[in-house]
């Protein structure tokens, strides 16, 4: 649609913050109130909606898109979209190695295990490693951990943690990210592994770059949000 609006600012509102367009509260496609949980997130979404040009292009509004997410459809389906990341748990991406070649096998077990490690000490989640891809089962007491660890979540958060699992294809890692004194980049680093390595022999698909490129900015934007949540 056509920019319709001058100025943008955030205004303090029933617990929260709303985010106006000359002066008026901006609505959920849903037509909820796009109250913001945080001053920072607000902050953010402003940037956004200050930074468009002639057209409002939504999918340019990485965090409004959360925030509408979370209000919409989050919100009224906690338990669904819990299960649906303790899922990744039960196939995490850091729980299957390749058999060979060995400095491939190397690789994963230097920038996986401390993960696995992380998992069992910290979130009390011990979780079985296998070679191949034959689907392994997780035992239950640990697949009912993570879901404590996810259950901690409110549906701002939520939102932001299915980003990262899917994005990632791990929970562990997404966890990690949020919980875990770690750089983002070591996280992305360790969830492209197997795909990076690939790069590294055998050279660069320039549509998969383009394709991993543009998860990266998806991702840095979600860790983002979910810094935001918590200033």
Wanted: charged fraction near 25%; hydrophobic fraction near 45%.
């Amino acid at each position: 649609m056509k920019r319709f609006y001058k100025t943008v600012a955030a205004e303090q509102a029933d617990g929260g913050f709303v985010v106006t367009l000359d002066g008026r509260p901006i609505k959920t496609p849903g037509k909820a109130t796009l109250l913001m949980p945080t001053a920072a997130v607000a902050a953010l979404a402003v940037v956004e909606w200050d930074e468009q040009g002639e057209e409002v292009k939504p999918l340019k509004m990485p965090v409004t898109c959360l925030v509408n997410t979370a209000i919409d459809r989050v919100h009224k389906r906690m338990q669904e979209v819990a299960s649906e990341i303790v899922a990744y748990g039960g196939n995490d991406l850091i729980c299957y190695r390749a058999n060979d070649p060995e400095d491939l096998v190397d690789r994963q077990c230097s920038l996986w295990d401390p993960y696995v490690t992380w998992a069992t000490e910290a979130l009390k989640a011990p979780l079985k490693v296998t070679s191949g891809i034959v689907h392994i089962s997780q035992d239950k007491a640990a697949i009912d951990a993570l879901a404590v660890a996810v259950d901690a979540y409110d549906a701002f958060a939520l939102t932001g943690l299915h980003a990262l699992t899917t994005g990632l294809g791990s929970l562990v890692l997404a966890l990690a990210s949020q919980q875990r004194d770690q750089p983002f980049e070591d996280v992305w680093q360790a969830a492209l592994l197997e795909e990076l390595y690939q790069v590294e022999n055998w050279g660069e698909d320039f549509e998969a770059k383009d394709t991993r490129s543009n998860l990266h900015k998806d991702m840095q934007q979600a860790i983002a949000y979910m810094q935001a949540l918590k200033t």
